[in-house]
């Protein structure tokens, strides 16, 4: 293993911090290492494993269609983009009509933020603190964590953070200026923060209100993630804008931004506005629409929720002067500590369990939907060792 992470320390760009373990082969909620231990995922690659690793279906998907096309630029028309996008308009909230097709999550909130200027004719953005939105210069201007953000300014200009669950804060931050607020259904990476269920209906009238549109972020929340298929299901929601990306394509990079009536009505969104060379390319495209199978096939939405809640009851009896508080919804987990998170992570590693902070202070399990009840079981059993 030492070789393996000898090498990759010798060339990689040195932005990761890394745990001292290679990965090399994953199956459902089952990770291993070099050397052959295996590890219990409480990360899912960042939550993009929702449907478990080392899937049949997405390899033969991709296998099937390597050997036909792997890449189609949008210049022309292709029979499996074509079907993913139906279908993606058919599973995502109601009031999405168009999508556009891209790579990763920060190229699918770039896109939104352009769209939303442009349908708007308006420049001002509104985010909110902890908010975590990508890396790339736009998305990155509506990210909240500072050290992220300050080294790269300037930034885009007309962006402003304003406290999230706060109506009043919105009603100032919103006006005839703003294009959009662009917000996430659980703040994941900024700590694991639950919307108050008033919050977003409000948010919603708000910007219908003054001419804004709602951008909404489900790249970490969507596809079963917070137990429903999307989290704007529980709230019935219908966002102007849906960025989507993790695990959309099970595993595959793919992003997608699902444009609304009030974007598609605005006549603004034409030819030449937007572009990407591998979006929508037909070998992600497959892999979606087996992983869209999968999710459908395996219920695994309605599964997450049904573990949601024997996680949260057993997270929740344990009493430890650690834990700070437990929050999350559906499999979207996160446990505040009264100390860094840090050497607890590392402890977990040792113990074979992979989990993830959510800012210095929250442990987050992100586990692939697929885990069994005897596999987080175990997991919480480290944990809660590991805890104390
Ligand atoms: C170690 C590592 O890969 N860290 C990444 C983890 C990012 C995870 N979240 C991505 C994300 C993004 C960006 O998505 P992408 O570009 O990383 O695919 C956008 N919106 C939300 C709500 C998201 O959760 C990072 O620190 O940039």
């Not at 295996?38 to 899912?44: G, L, N, S, T, V």
């Amino acid at each position: 293993m030492s070789t393996i992470i000898d090498v990759e320390n010798t060339y990689t760009s040195g932005v990761y911090g890394k745990r001292p373990v290679a990965i090399v082969r994953g199956k459902g909620a089952l990770l291993w290492d070099a050397e052959g231990r295996e590890y219990i995922d409480c990360a899912a690659g960042h939550g993009v494993a929702n449907i478990g690793h080392g899937r049949p279906e997405i390899a033969a998907a991709l296998a099937a269609q390597a050997q036909r096309l792997i890449t189609c630029p949008e210049i022309v028309y292709n029979d499996v983009r074509a079907q993913l996008l139906q279908r993606l308009i058919e599973i995502t909230p109601e009031g999405l009509t168009h999508a556009f097709l891209c790579n990763s999550g920060t190229e699918a909130v770039e896109g939104a933020l352009k769209f939303a200027r442009l349908a708007t004719g308006r420049t001002g953005i509104v985010a909110t603190l902890r908010g975590f939105h990508g890396r790339s210069m736009g998305a990155l201007s509506t990210t909240w964590e500072k050290s992220y953000r300050e080294p790269f300014a300037p930034l885009i200009p007309d962006v402003k953070h304003i406290r999230y669950n706060d109506l009043a804060a919105a009603e100032a931050a919103i006006t005839e200026q703003t294009a959009a607020i662009i917000i996430e259904l659980v703040q994941a990476e900024g700590g694991v923060h639950v919307p108050q269920a008033d919050y977003l209906a409000g948010l919603a009238a708000l910007c219908r209100e003054r001419g804004a549109l709602l951008i909404v972020d489900e790249i970490q929340t969507g596809f079963g993630r917070t137990g429903a298929l999307f989290a704007c299901n529980h709230y019935n929601l219908q966002p102007d804008i849906l960025c989507l990306a993790k695990s959309l394509a099970g595993g595959v990079p793919m992003g997608a931004i699902c444009l609304g009536q009030r974007v598609m009505e605005s006549g603004r969104i034409t030819k030449g506005a937007h572009g990407s060379t591998f979006g929508g390319n037909p070998l992600a495209c497959a892999a979606s629409l087996a992983t869209i199978d999968i999710f459908e096939r395996e219920q695994l939405a309605p599964r997450a929720a049904a573990l949601s809640t024997q996680v949260f009851e057993r997270l929740r009896s344990w009493r430890s002067p650690l834990i700070r508080e437990v929050r999350g919804q559906g499999l979207l987990i996160g446990i505040e500590l009264t100390k860094r998170v840090q050497p607890y992570l590392e402890a977990l590693c040792e113990r074979g369990v992979l989990a993830l902070p959510a800012g210095p202070t929250v442990l987050r399990l992100l586990p692939p939907l697929v885990i069994s009840e005897e596999q987080i079981n175990r997991a919480l059993d480290i944990v809660a060792d590991v805890l104390g």
